[in-house]
């Protein structure tokens, strides 16, 4: 066995005429050339053939770095491997990740995600990278099976949260850590905008699995993970002293007449707070509206009976029916009824998510109750039904839930007589809530 090699050993090695080796022990060795140039291999025998495997270069390769990886080569010779195929298996793998980050790079120059959002994308086209995923998602799936204000959500969470923090990443090499991650991140600062950002994640990438772009589902499960990530759906539901209680408030409130109207439509028809700031009048035909697909936050046109009650709201008006002055879209927003209401609560210390927001309500209240929030409204509706002889079958109908199962695939009746008579019964029962407190108002 020879000695042990040093920095000052190694440095003084001179060249000869022919290449030699200084040899520590067991095939660590120094190569010199006639050159003088230096390098440290491991010269070995395996299934009796001889071998020597290139090490590193000298300076280049300290001699600390030479010996992690003669250990490296040495572990793999005792267990039968020849680390010089082990070196050709690491080259091509080098290679082909070399060719496919080439590609990548080619395919995002060619199809950014606006230039996909803007031009049709190709029968043939597979996303590299998760904001191509995202525009891939939003055109082939979303457009296609969304209302437009799922639609909006879903692009307005995307370009927020999910493109600035992961959209360059290959969507091969998003993993459960990154999604983690991603989450906790944003559920630190707002967990109702990180429960968006999660449903959106899950939407995209159990698209890329069902396709076979990917082999995983990173975002499965992770409000275990991320707790503050769980759904944010509230379960509030108004009693009926607050039923009466939030109707006079409203009504005295100084919110628009749109926003005061819109904000008591909720409770009298039990719809979603985006469909009826949407409201037109081109959509009602005598006492019905039909809330038109693409309207629609499951993306199925829904027939919904106008008691008398609610023809009083719309009050003959042609157009939209909750017009506003802001915005571009001439309608009320839905964030806009959500801060009406907040700017209700009792105290500046009570605050409630709004959109990605957290609101402080005023000081001055006007509603003077427990926070609550539009969707709160359609909640109410819904869990009186019952309690007026409306069946469940019948009230979910009326809320344009999704049948479930196989029940869903068949069964195609529309329900209108049965959700006539469930709003009619309904507005009986609220209008006897309303009716002492409309006389004390008067």
């Known amino acids: 066995?020879?000695?042990?090699?040093?920095?000052?050993?190694?440095?003084?090695?001179?060249?000869?005429?022919?290449?030699?080796?200084?040899r520590e022990g067991r095939g660590f060795a120094l190569q010199i050339l006639p050159t003088g140039a230096k390098a440290f291999v491991y010269l070995f025998e395996l299934n009796k053939s001889k071998g020597y495997v290139l090490l590193g270069r000298y300076p280049d390769c300290s001699l600390a770095d030479a010996r992690i990886a003669y250990n490296d080569a040495y572990k793999l010779v005792k267990k039968g491997i020849d680390p010089r195929e082990q070196k050709k298996t690491i080259a091509e793998e080098l290679r082909k990740k070399s060719e496919e980050i080439a590609a990548t790079t080619n395919l995002l120059e060619q199809y950014t995600y606006?230039?996909?959002?803007?031009?049709?994308?190709?029968?043939?086209?597979?996303?590299?990278?998760?904001?191509?995923?995202?525009?891939?998602?939003?055109?082939?799936?979303?457009?296609?099976?969304?209302?437009?204000?799922?639609?909006?959500?879903?692009?307005?969470?995307?370009?927020?949260?999910?493109?600035?923090?992961?959209?360059?990443?290959?969507?091969?090499?998003?993993?459960?850590?990154?999604?983690?991650?991603?989450?906790?991140?944003?559920?630190?600062?707002?967990?109702?905008?990180?429960?968006?950002?999660?449903?959106?994640?899950r939407q995209i990438f159990e698209f890329a699995l069902q396709r076979e772009w990917v082999e995983s589902q990173p975002f499965l499960k992770i409000t275990k993970a991320v707790p503050k990530a769980g759904s944010n759906a509230c379960e509030r539901v108004l009693d009926d002293a607050e039923v009466v209680q939030a109707w006079g408030a409203i009504s005295k409130s100084p919110s628009s007449d749109s926003v005061k109207r819109a904000i008591k439509m909720i409770l009298v028809t039990?719809?979603?707070?985006?469909?009826?700031?949407?409201?037109?009048s081109d959509q009602i035909n005598d006492r019905w509206w039909t809330i038109p697909a693409k309207v629609a936050k499951n993306g199925r046109e829904h027939r919904v009976y106008l008691t008398d009650t609610a023809l009083a709201l719309i009050g003959g008006r042609k157009g939209k029916i909750f017009p506003s002055d802001?915005?571009?879209?001439?309608?009320?927003?839905?964030?806009?009824?959500?801060?009406?209401?907040?700017?209700?609560?009792?105290?500046?210390?009570?605050?409630?998510?709004?959109?990605?927001?957290?609101?402080?309500?005023?000081?001055?209240?006007?509603?003077?109750?427990?926070?609550?929030?539009?969707?709160?409204?359609?909640?109410?509706?819904?869990?009186?039904?019952?309690?007026?002889?409306?069946?469940?079958?019948?009230?979910?109908?009326?809320?344009?839930?999704?049948?479930?199962?196989?029940?869903?695939?068949?069964?195609?009746?529309?329900?209108?007589?049965?959700?006539?008579?469930?709003?009619?019964?309904?507005?009986?029962?609220?209008?006897?809530?309303?009716?002492?407190?409309?006389?004390?108002?008067?």
Do not use: C
């Open 326 to 442: 802001k915005g571009s879209n001439g309608h009320v927003a839905v964030n806009t009824l959500a801060q009406a209401i907040n700017r209700g609560y009792l105290s500046d210390e009570i605050v409630k998510l709004v959109g990605t927001r957290k609101i402080k309500a005023r000081k001055q209240p006007y509603f003077g109750m427990t926070p609550w929030s539009p969707h709160d409204l359609r909640r109410t509706a819904r869990t009186n039904m019952p309690r007026v002889g409306v069946s469940d079958e019948h009230a979910e109908a009326v809320l344009n839930h999704t049948k479930p199962g196989i029940i869903g695939v068949y069964n195609k009746y529309s329900y209108d007589n049965e959700k006539k008579a469930a709003l009619i019964k309904w507005e009986k029962f609220l209008l006897t809530l309303l009716k002492p407190a409309q006389k004390k108002d008067r």
């Open 270 to 280: 039990a719809q979603r707070s985006g469909e009826i700031s949407q409201m037109h």
């Open 114 to 201: 606006q230039s996909l959002l803007d031009e049709e994308i190709p029968d043939d086209f597979v996303p590299s990278t998760v904001e191509q995923l995202v525009a891939v998602y939003y055109i082939k799936y979303s457009k296609e099976n969304h209302g437009s204000q799922t639609q909006k959500n879903f692009l307005y969470t995307s370009q927020s949260s999910i493109i600035p923090l992961i959209g360059k990443k290959l969507i091969t090499d998003v993993r459960r850590k990154d999604a983690i991650a991603l989450i906790q991140g944003i559920a630190s600062r707002a967990p109702g905008q990180s429960a968006n950002v999660l449903k959106a994640g």
């Open 1 to 22: 066995m020879g000695k042990q090699f040093t920095e000052k050993a190694i440095a003084a090695a001179k060249p000869k005429d022919k290449r030699y080796y200084l």
